[in-house]
T-cell receptor, first 113, second 115 residues
Framework: DAKTTQPPSMDCAEGRAANLPCNHS???????VYWYRQIHSQGPQYIIH???NNETNEMASLIITEDRKSSTLILPHATLRDTAVYYC??????????????FGTGTLLAVQP | GAGVSQSPRYKVAKRGQDVALRCDPI?????LFWYQQALGQGPEFLTY????????KSGLPSDRFFAERPEGSVSTLKIQRTQQEDSAVYLC?????????????FGSGTRLTVV
């Protein structure tokens, strides 16, 4: 079963920032926070990940609280093409060992024109 | 190619028929995963390969499901005697040996419909 909890759906106006929350109540010290998204009829797409510090890349920013029990994915200027299901996932990595991702049901983000 | 390629894109099988789904990972990617995604649900882990070795098959739902990656590149997921509950999208993902830094690249999946 998925270890994270997310709201089932959110709306966002086009051009505005989308802030997607995630609770990681059972995250352990060696687990990364990953975010993926899945646009209709496509496979999941990697967005960003982090361990403790906030991260930013060309797609999004990731804010992780100090206790690591929650995170927020920020899409700074949402477009219609950002409409998708967004998944947050806790996963470990032990160099060469299995690092399978356990998906929940995610948050359906609907960007409105 | 630049991405993970899966074929066929769509497959309709009669109940009881055997099917084979193919995954071409990104060249040089060590890790390969298979996932099953039912309608309205998140993807569920099936099995994991590191090169040609199948290191984790804990997610395969029954002994009708079999996966192989004999030369450490292309992988095939085979389902024998298909049942209606096997209807789903089957996703393949690959990564270099350091997924913690690069994440996984997924294919677009094969949509299997058992009638």
């Amino acid at each position: 079963d998925a270890k994270t909890t997310q709201p089932p759906s959110m709306d966002c106006a086009e051009g505005r920032a989308a802030n997607l929350p995630c609770n990681h109540s059972t995250i352990s010290g060696n687990e990364y926070v990953y975010w993926y998204r899945q646009i209709h009829s496509q496979g999941p797409q990697y967005i960003i990940h982090g361990l403790k510090n906030n991260e930013t890349n060309e797609m999004a920013s990731l804010i992780i609280t100090e206790d690591r029990k929650s995170s927020t994915l920020i899409l700074p200027h949402a477009t219609l093409r950002d409409t998708a299901v967004y998944y947050c996932i806790d996963a470990t990595y032990y160099g060469g060992a299995t690092n399978k991702l356990i998906f929940g049901t995610g948050t359906l983000l609907a960007v409105q024109p | 190619g630049a991405g993970v390629s899966q074929s066929p894109r769509y497959k309709v099988a009669k109940r009881g028929q055997d099917v084979a789904l193919r995954c071409d990972p990104i060249s040089g990617h060590v890790s390969l995963f298979w996932y099953q995604q039912a309608l309205g649900q998140g993807p569920e882990f099936l099995t994991y390969f590191q090169n040609e070795a199948q290191l984790d098959k804990s997610g395969l739902p029954s002994d009708r499901f079999f996966a192989e990656r004999p030369e450490g590149s292309v992988s095939t997921l085979k389902i024998q005697r298909t049942q209606q509950e096997d209807s789903a999208v089957y996703l393949c993902a690959s990564s270099p040996d350091d997924p913690a830094h690069y994440g996984y690249t997924f294919g677009s999946g094969t949509r299997l419909t058992v009638v």
